[in-house]
């Protein structure tokens, strides 16, 4: 679909009109406007079109770099454009060109690198958001409110006034921000930025008390000196500081916000009054606030700032200063967010704000504990975690304990040495890595964050590492730590994990997961190893966040980077003599039904349940250890494989090659029964040792961990993905299982360099077309798995096609086709079958990779399987059984009296209401009436009613009358007593 002459003029008219505001050069314009039209040309651009080319001219900018003079010979990226100004031109909201930036470059196949830089620009906005919603309540405490009412009046003549408590809110945010990336040391890590935006308070206290500024100063401020309020009061010499005060109030560290004003506030101020940036009569950084000084000290400091943001091209965090429109629709209703943060569909609503709360993953939840809704309506405390961690870490020291010592003692002599020299290579690694973009200072004025971030991961280290032993040694009283002690493999990843933990707490944005795999030279398969390990001993002293944090870490390993070409799984694979397992085959006990295993045409098999709680004690957790975990895989004993007692090959015949399914995996075993019902002797005899091989799996070991893990979270998606496809048949599900299955034993190759949830989505599609589920498609497959927590774009518009020979294939010989056969252009939100080459890599979106690799390779099983042929001897995989509190219920509660639900998109497109929104602290109350008087209404009623309650009743159909006549009076019940409460 093309667009008209005029429309195109008009629109060309506007990009001419925005590049001429911007002072834009031809080049990057041309370029801006050739990308536009090709995308125009394929796809629908939905909206207003000027906020397509606002993305088209900031990828353009992004591409060129400008040089500049002086000694430094720096290139300025970005072109001189500031990304406010742009967004202000072209009249995109932040967090609008968040969402479209990355759907541009999805249509544009951009490399993964910009997608990477959009979701840099997204952290540090979280990071700046959480920052200056606690610099408001910290300034209001210590000055008086600003309010704009109060900015001066300035007479012809310009006469020079002083600064009004809204140029101080302005002035402080903007030196602190200034100081903040003139160090990038503090500017990477949220905690020290949040002490460091402390100082600045403290500095901007010192200078309007000095000054005698009570105009500035809030006077019910503790913190102020005894006789401030006195008429005869007389400013002191030095102001007293407020740091060790405001940390207390604030939940910060005192230590850490002395150490940073110390060795890094002060050490930049020099510098700033140095090259006369900052100007002042006054000694020790005082005077900044004099009416001769302040206008051109605030002018120069916005000028320094600006200059840094334009050469590097980042978010100009002074947009908080400005008007809500430039942000967007924030999500200020954090209440419900993070109450309802259990509901996939929020998704959407918390990738806006990545870094307050992390969604919570499909699998694991074991470990969560409740949720605190106390301070559910701000922002978290940058220090809380940091705290939590402080907490873990009290009365340690970064070096082993007495009783570490004392374990050394009793394990081989060179324990000790091996261990402390190992541990100290890990912590140099990570602070090499920490430090590594630090600029070269001669006398190192700043303070080494990195080196006190690896000092808190060794402290750690020992702490977990003495938790560990203790466990290992009261499971195995026999067992020599030494072996376990001398694992370098288990050292690095407990060290890596430790690491990771101090990380995430001081919420260092640049170094987020896998980092620090990177660093220490880690494979993915190795470091999930050691991630349950640690949960267990630690749960009770790591907050919610860190424990789904990890989760989401495993999960990560399990989906993607355990399956990279690198991996060590292939290795170990390869050195096992039966390949990938099924989940039969590792699965624990009573987790699956073995009815469902029953071939078409065999005998029928009689179940014959067993006691084993009176005979023997039943394991629950095979390969608990650290020990077992960092085994090499053992081999299969063929012995251990073979029952004891006759049993019908045939019906045990598995749809997968190779596959010899046991029915010694539960508590419940199946016997071919003959016509006469009688019970072979040797069953009867036997029944003791069934008892004992049927509470464990077939395979065990590490391996076997490892793949129990990845078939439940496999089994955890894929059952969410039908919930929300309305798969309710259980024969569909078998299918979906059992071609997903047969993808992993016979053409695990699908997964190497690849996604699980791409190997997933395709077996669901593939088994809905053979069932010719129309309503499943594609493109409704992908929608619901948006909804997923773990869900990204990349996941389905960048799949791995082929690896091909370096210049084999042209760039410029690479065709675009569309995935629909309809005359109309795929839209943002949808996709098309492109495929680029990035290096040695072709690359496409998921549609493309069904059609070029996953189908060839399934196309006769799953044809097979979906014959109706009985005398093919075909069965399905049985089904894992499934935990329902990985699906909750949508209806959360927020309060006492208010419960919600997300309402489902075919619902508000059937729905002839006009939808209402109310966002807290944004909204004006008439909006919250005209939702009261919706909901009151006797029209609202009928439409509502039924969708009201479904979560928690079974409604009636339509048919039933009388329950529709009990739903409506519990419906009018409700709505009166909400009406006495709130009259």
Not at 679 to 707: C, E, H, I, Q, Y
């Amino acid at each position: 679909m093309g667009f008209s002459d005029d429309s195109e003029d008009s629109t060309y008219a506007e990009h001419q009109d925005l590049c001429e505001k911007l002072n834009m050069d031809a080049v990057v314009a041309e370029d801006a406007w050739k990308s536009y039209s090709d995308i125009k040309k394929r796809y629908s651009l939905e909206g207003d079109q000027l906020h397509w080319i606002g993305c088209a001219l900031y990828v353009a900018c992004r591409k060129t770099t400008l040089p500049t003079v002086g000694k430094s010979n720096a290139n300025i990226q970005g072109n001189g454009i500031s990304l406010i100004k742009l967004l202000t031109l072209c009249n995109l909201p932040l967090i609008e060109f968040f969402t479209k930036s990355k759907s541009w470059a999805d249509m544009n196949n951009m490399p993964k690198d910009f997608e990477a830089r959009i979701d840099t620009l997204q952290k540090n906005f979280s990071v700046s958001y959480i920052l200056f919603q606690k610099y408001q309540p910290i300034f209001t405490d210590i000055f008086k409110t600003p309010d704009d009412s109060s900015k001066p009046i300035r007479s012809r003549r310009h006469k020079v006034v002083a600064c009004t408590p809204s140029q101080l809110f302005e002035f402080c945010w903007t030196l602190f921000i200034c100081i903040k990336s003139g160090i990038p040391a503090l500017s990477d890590d949220l905690v020290t930025s949040y002490h460091l935006l402390l100082d600045v308070c403290d500095l901007m206290y010192s200078n309007a008390l000095l000054a005698n500024r009570k105009d500035l100063l809030n006077p019910e401020f503790s913190g102020l000196p005894e006789n401030f309020h006195n008429d005869d009061f007389v400013p002191p010499k030095s102001a007293n500081c407020i740091v060790n005060l405001l940390c207390e109030r604030y939940e910060a560290y005192a230590v850490d916000a002395m150490g940073i004003k110390e060795y890094s506030l002060k050490p930049y101020l020099t510098k700033l009054f140095q090259d006369k940036i900052l100007k002042s009569e006054q000694s020790n950084f005082s005077g900044l606030l004099e009416i001769l000084y302040f206008d051109g000290n605030n002018k120069a400091i916005n000028k320094v700032y600006e200059q840094y943001m334009l050469s590097i091209g980042e978010l100009d965090e002074r947009i908080f200063l400005g008007p809500d429109s430039l942000i967007g629709t924030l999500p200020n209703k954090l209440v419900v967010i993070n109450n309802l943060e259990e509901q996939l569909q929020s998704k959407n609503q918390l990738e806006t704000m990545p870094n307050l709360w992390p969604p919570t993953p499909l699998t694991g939840r074991k470990y969560l504990k409740s949720k605190d809704i106390t301070n559910a309506a701000t922002p978290p405390i940058p220090t809380q975690s940091v705290i939590k961690l402080q907490t873990l870490l009290v009365g340690c020291q970064a070096e082993p304990s007495d009783n570490l010592l004392q374990v050394f003692e009793n394990s081989s002599p060179d324990t000790k040495a091996f261990l402390e020299a190992k541990v100290g290579g890990f912590a140099q690694m990570f602070c090499d890595a920490y430090s590594s973009k630090l600029p070269e200072q001669g006398d190192k004025p700043f303070l080494d964050i990195g080196q006190k971030r690896a000092q808190s991961a060794q402290t750690l280290f020992y702490k977990i590492l003495e938790l560990v032993l203790t466990d290992e040694m009261a499971k195995k009283p026999n067992y020599d730590v030494s072996n376990l002690l001398k694992n370098e493999t288990f050292l690095q990843c407990l060290f890596a994990c430790c690491c990771e933990i101090v990380l995430y707490s001081y919420q260092n944005r640049d170094k987020t997961f896998p980092w620090i795999l990177h660093i220490l030279k880690l494979e993915g398969y190795l470091f999930y190893k050691v991630i349950e390990v640690i949960v267990k001993v630690v749960l009770d002293q790591l907050t919610r966040d860190m424990v789904k944090h990890l989760n989401r870490i495993e999960e990560m390993i399990l989906e993607s980077l355990a399956w990279t070409s690198s991996s060590p799984l292939w290795q170990v694979l390869q050195s096992c003599d039966a390949g990938v397992p099924s989940y039969e085959d590792v699965a624990l006990p009573s987790t699956f039904d073995l009815d469902e295993s029953n071939t078409p045409g065999q005998p029928a098999l009689k179940k014959i349940t067993i006691d084993i709680n009176s005979q023997t004690e039943v394991p629950q957790s095979p390969v608990s250890s650290a020990s077992e975990r960092f085994q090499s895989p053992s081999k299969i004993n063929a012995a251990k494989k073979q029952l004891s007692f006759t049993e019908t090959k045939s019906s045990l015949q598995s749809v997968l090659k190779g596959n010899t399914t046991q029915t010694l995996l539960s508590r419940t075993v199946n016997v071919a029964t003959t016509s006469d019902q009688s019970k072979p002797d040797s069953l009867k005899n036997g029944m003791s040792a069934v008892a004992n091989v049927a509470a464990k799996p077939r395979r065990t070991g590490s391996l076997a961990l490892f793949f129990r893990k990845f078939y439940h979270l496999t089994h955890t998606r894929m059952q969410t993905l039908c919930n929300s496809l309305q798969i309710t048949e259980h024969d569909l599900k078998r299918k979906i299982w059992t071609i997903f299955e047969y993808s992993m034993k016979e053409r695990t190759f699908l997964m190497k360099d690849r996604h699980l949830d791409q190997i997933l989505m395709s077996a669901v599609y593939v088994v809905c077309k053979l069932a010719k589920i129309e309503t499943s498609s594609f493109t409704e497959i992908m929608r619901c798995y948006r909804l997923q927590p773990q869900a990204e774009s990349h996941i389905y518009r960048s799949v791995l096609i082929k690896t091909v020979v370096e210049n084999q294939i042209e760039a410029d010989s690479v065709n675009v086709e569309n995935s629909s056969n309809s005359g109309h252009p795929p839209t943002p939100s949808g996709m098309a079958a492109t495929s680029r080459i990035y290096g040695s890599e072709e690359r496409g979106d998921l549609i493309k990779f069904y059609n070029t690799v996953y189908v060839p390779e399934v196309k006769d099983f799953a044809k097979r399987l979906n014959s109706e042929n009985s005398t093919l001897n075909l069965k399905l995989s049985p089904l894992p059984k499934y935990n329902s509190i990985t699906c909750p219920s949508p209806v959360r509660r927020v309060t006492n009296s208010v419960m919600t639900r997300v309402l489902d998109p075919k619902e508000v497109a059937a729905s002839s209401t006009s939808q209402l929104q109310y966002c807290f602290n944004r909204s004006p109350a008439k909006d919250l009436e005209t939702i009261n008087r919706m909901v009151t209404s006797a029209d609202a009623r009928k439409c509502i009613g039924k969708r009201l309650l479904e979560d928690e009743t079974e409604l009636a159909t339509s048919e039933n009358h009388s329950a529709s006549k009990r739903v409506a009076r519990k419906l009018e019940n409700i709505i009166g007593e909400r009406r006495i409460q709130n009259p």
